[in-house]
Antibody, heavy 118, light 108 residues
């Protein structure tokens, strides 16, 4: 059974960086990509990027290019998403997601609330 | 950048058919997916690959796609179907994922 378990909620100051982890289990970690999606309060989900857990190739949304870095640790079956130069508009729930038989975003982590506030 | 466009809101009476559209230039070649999301909760997949329904999703939910428009249809909408609905797909390269702006469905 595929499970994605994310790190806990964070509070950050403007200008700081955040790093959220996503530990995968129930499948061969290096066989699939992991996506990162965020959703600010009352807003649409925003796709941020993905990492190919096998070869570490990444693709980022143009909106976050230059501020986001997605990495993975195959020994820990864990993906990470780091977002820098945080501002209040980055307050959101951040999700990791992986593909399955049905869709590119079939399995979701539980979400990590990141609050950016001075 | 690639965009998917949805109407902000759709309103129907219980038992009526609700149709929510999603338009995008790459939809003739790329599959559309539909999520239902209730406030503060994680999204639930209700339609995948344009028209397939996951197990556990009521039969009143269906999907279709023609040209640059995908449509989620809820036949005989129920009060419990009130939620935000988002479509998503990929751009023509298949590398970038894009979400629609979301449609708030009101059933009353």
């Amino acid at each position: 059974q595929v499970q994605l378990v994310q790190s806990g909620a964070e509070v950050k100051k403007p200008g700081a960086s955040m790093k959220v982890s996503c530990k995968a289990s129930g499948y061969t970690f290096t066989s699939y990509v992991i996506h990162w999606v965020r959703q600010a309060p009352g807003q649409r989900p925003e796709w941020m990027g993905w990492i190919n857990a096998g070869n570490a190739d990444t693709k980022y949304s143009q909106k976050f290019q230059g501020r986001v870095t997605i990495t993975r640790d195959t020994s820990a079956s864990t993906a990470y998403m780091e977002l820098s130069s945080l501002r209040s508009e980055d307050t959101a729930v951040y999700y990791c997601a992986s593909p399955g038989r049905r869709s590119p975003l079939d399995y979701w982590g539980q979400g990590t609330l990141v609050t950016v506030s001075s | 950048s690639y965009e998917l466009t949805q109407p902000p809101s759709v309103s129907v009476s219980p038992g009526q058919t609700a149709r929510i559209t999603c338009s995008g230039d790459a939809l003739p070649k790329k599959d559309a997916y539909w999520y239902q999301q209730n406030s503060g909760q994680a999204p639930v997949l209700v339609i995948y690959e344009d028209s397939k329904r996951p197990s556990g999703i009521p039969e009143r939910f269906s999907g279709s796609s023609s040209g640059t428009m995908a449509t989620l249809t809820i036949s005989g909408a129920q009060v419990e179907d009130e939620a935000d609905y988002y479509c998503y797909s990929t751009d023509s390269s298949g590398n970038l994922v894009v979400f629609g702006g979301g449609t708030k469905l009101t059933v009353l």
